[in-house]
């Protein structure tokens, strides 16, 4: 049976940390900043985690599952 290659898009994109989580980066941080706050823009700058109803489908992206 062949291997089942891992999504690019989504490599590039998450991250496992040493517990098993997955690690994401927030949307709306990359452009039109300038109608933003300085609170809004500095929390979407925080790494955050994805939701367990997400988990499945990002480890099947990653071929971990």
Not at 36 to 55: G, I, M, P, W, Y
Request: charge should be positive; charged fraction near 30%; proline fraction near 2%.
């Amino acid at each position: 049976m062949p291997k089942i290659k891992t999504n690019s898009g989504a490599k590039k994109r998450f991250a496992l940390t040493g517990s098993g989580q997955i690690k994401r980066k927030h949307a709306y941080k990359s452009h039109i900043l300038t109608k933003k706050t300085k609170k809004q823009k500095r929390n979407l700058t925080h790494f955050s985690l994805v939701n367990h109803a997400d988990k499945s489908n990002v480890l099947s992206l990653l071929a971990l599952k």
